[in-house]
């Protein structure tokens, strides 16, 4: 089958690193993805994983482990325009597989 | 150059209308990806064209929906007889090539059947 599991809702201050948790079961894998959705808009592209390891990006971060199905997406110095829902999602064979995606807010 | 672009951005329909949904992807992208999303819930997977062919049709959730890419370019998501339980954010993505290239959402159509 095919899970993907990652807390419905963080909180977060300005200026301060927060860690997003995904962990994931799917048929076939072919990389991770993580997406930043602010309300009422498109999916947009943060990062992309398809060896263990960190990708560094700016102020985002994102790690993966095929062993453990796990993946993090890490946020540094964050700002309130950081506030969105963030979108974990495992490629499978031809097509992307969404968690529900974190709501993050981030306050003053 | 231009993004992912959906028309309508917004549709209200009856129930048992049917709807049309277009997608335009960027120009040059040969993979094209249909998506449905729920309020409070992530996209969930509809369909794949590689070019003119649907490669992937396993998310199309009962025969009342159906897709065509008739060039390899522009897309239509079509729904006959709308349910209420249809509503939602029609999601378009586009990929250039290869497998590990990324998916570019467009703005999305949202539905509403009433």
């Known amino acids: 089958g095919q899970n993907i599991d990652q807390p419905t809702e963080m909180t977060a201050t300005e200026g301060a690193i927060v860690q997003i948790n995904c962990t994931y079961q799917?048929?076939?894998?072919?990389?991770l993805f993580w997406y930043q959705q602010h309300a009422g808009e498109a999916p947009t592209f943060l990062s992309y994983?398809?060896?263990?390891g960190l990708e560094e990006k700016g102020r985002f971060s994102s790690f993966l482990s095929r062993s453990k199905g796990y993946s993090y997406l890490l946020l540094k110095e964050l700002q309130m325009k950081d506030s969105a829902s963030y979108l974990c999602a495992p490629r499978g064979y031809n097509k992307l597989i969404f968690g529900a995606g974190t709501r993050l807010a981030v306050h003053p | 150059g231009a993004g992912v672009s959906q028309t309508p951005s917004n549709k209200v329909t009856e129930k048992g209308k049917y709807v049309e949904l277009r997608c335009d992807p960027i120009?040059?992208?040969?993979?094209l990806y249909w998506y449905r999303q729920s309020l409070g819930q992530g996209p969930e997977f509809l369909i794949y064209f590689q070019g003119t062919g649907a490669a992937d049709d396993s998310g199309l959730p009962n025969d009342r929906f159906f897709a065509v890419r008739p060039e390899g370019s522009v897309s239509t998501l079509k729904i006959q007889r709308t349910e209420r339980g249809d509503s939602a954010v029609y999601l378009c993505?586009?990929?250039?090539?290869?497998?590990?290239?990324?998916?570019?959402f467009g703005p999305g159509t949202r539905l509403t059947v009433l």
């Open positions: 993505a586009s990929r250039l090539a290869g497998l590990t290239d990324t998916q570019y």
């Open positions: 799917t048929s076939g894998f072919n990389g």
């Open positions: 994983n398809v060896l263990d």
């Open positions: 120009s040059g992208h040969t993979a």
